[in-house]
């Protein structure tokens, strides 16, 4: 019998993602402890409502409405609640005390990327964030690590469930984006504020990070253009159809020859291309690569059974100390466990159609002012949304 040494995991959050990864966490702690070469022990959970009703069953004696102590005692810190100000502020603490993090948190990291892997850098701490982006799809390590010697030129990313969902709905059942929302929330799809996938801010976050891996560089949320799906509508999804196009919300990232660009918008894509196919909450990320050449990653994007898949697997990864009393004095700890178009239907409703060579273009909509894209800069180049060439 191994007798492996215990890494004591803390979980900050149990909601639809959360209670999945402890469920998992728990069940599964056996198997983990041989893959991981430590024993993986839930230490506890941290919830704003120890009687709130949650997605699983999760042992009583786990809950805690004390994060900080919880932290205090922990090896590895999950961060589950989503939002910005306590998640930042938390993860910090986590980070302070040389714990490793493993978040799903793609707005923070959007918005405060820079900030928590300076922290994490300053203590020899790792910070793991595979589930942040497209869901089950591993994609972080892909653009990080595999692809490190190659050039990529390009992603194109289905990177929300929530809109890739509403829009196939829209698109197969001719279902409205109300009710078809309805579902996506219900199923656990959407973000805590709806707002964040229907106008596309999840998924600029998401192109926010991918394109800084993609180009080995920081690409500030603010100059990511973003523009979600609410002007949408089922007779525009129709002209795309009868045209031989389905709509997707896509995040574009390229690098342009005046800088790097990244944008989310919907966009008319042919029905041949292998994203036209993604359907439901799955997404699909599209990288165009030098040497590669073309790669698809493709799985579930949404839904509190998929990314927990993500968080385990980073938190098995994760390095883990003896004791949490030893963290603070390593500076670079070993790590043996360590892998570091809107679719306009009418011509007129268009303000870049469908060229004349027959490429696919970006169509914005007239009715999408609204959201953060008319307040952004187009890209971090400046330079305007350049029409997609498939
Ligand atoms: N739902 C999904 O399919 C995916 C979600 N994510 C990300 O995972 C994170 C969690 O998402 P969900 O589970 O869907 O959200 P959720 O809203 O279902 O769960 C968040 C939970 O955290 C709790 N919480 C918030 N602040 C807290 C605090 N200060 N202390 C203790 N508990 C607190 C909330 O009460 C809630 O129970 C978010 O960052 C989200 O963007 C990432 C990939 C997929
Ligand atoms: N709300 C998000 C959840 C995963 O990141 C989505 O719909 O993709």
């Known amino acids: 019998m191994i007798e492996y040494r215990t890494l004591r995991v803390a979980l900050l959050g149990a909601g639809s993602v959360g209670s999945q990864v402890a469920a998992q966490l728990i069940a599964r702690a056996d198997e983990l402890a041989s893959r991981a070469g430590a024993g993986i022990e839930l230490a506890g959970i941290a919830v704003r409502d120890l009687d709130a009703p949650r997605d699983a069953d999760l042992p009583r004696e786990l809950l805690t409405t004390d994060p900080h ?43 405060h990327g820079p900030e928590l892997f300076a922290a994490a850098e300053q203590v020899g701490a790792q910070l793991h964030y595979e589930a942040a982006v497209a869901g089950a799809i591993p994609i972080i390590r892909p653009l990080r690590d595999s692809l490190a010697g190659d050039r990529v030129q390009r992603i194109l990313g289905i990177v929300n469930g929530t809109t890739n969902y509403i829009l196939d709905e829209m698109h197969t059942k001719g279902l409205g984006l109300e009710d078809a929302l309805a579902v996506a929330t219900e199923l656990g799809y959407a973000e805590a504020d709806p707002t964040a996938d229907i106008e596309g ?44 196009y389905v709509v997707k919300l896509l995040a574009i990232c390229e690098q342009l020859d005046s800088g790097v660009s990244a944008r989310v918008h919907p966009a008319l894509v042919p029905a041949a291309h292998p994203l036209a196919s993604v359907h439901g909450a799955n997404n699909a ?3 165009q690569a030098e040497a590669a050449g073309d790669l698809m990653f493709y799985g579930a994007g949404a839904g509190a059974s998929r990314p927990p898949a993500r968080c385990w697997a980073t938190s098995s990864r994760s390095r883990g100390g003896t004791s949490p009393a030893g963290r603070a004095s390593r500076s670079r700890p070993a790590r043996p466990w360590a892998s570091r178009p809107s679719a306009a239907s009418r011509p007129a409703t268009r303000s870049r159609s469908r060229s004349r060579t027959g490429r696919a273009c970006w169509l914005r909509s007239p009715g999408s002012s609204t959201s953060r894209a008319s307040r952004s800069r187009p890209c971090c180049s400046r330079a305007p949304p350049a029409p997609l060439r498939w």
Do not use: W, Y
């Not at 910005?84 to 980070?95: G, H, K, V």
């Open 69 to 111: 102590e919880l932290i205090l005692s922990s090896d590895i810190v999950v961060e589950l609640m989503g939002g910005i100000e306590s998640a930042r502020t938390l993860i910090l603490e986590a980070l302070g005390t040389g714990a490793d993090v493993v978040t799903a948190n793609k707005a923070l990291l959007a918005a």
């Open 201 to 244: 801010h999840d998924a600029a976050a998401k192109a926010a990070i991918l394109a800084g891996l993609a180009f080995h560089t920081t690409v500030p949320l603010e100059s990511v253009h973003c523009e979600g799906i609410t002007a949408v509508t089922a007779e525009q999804i129709e002209s795309a159809k009868q045209a031989g």
């Open 285 to 287: 990320v599209f990288v």
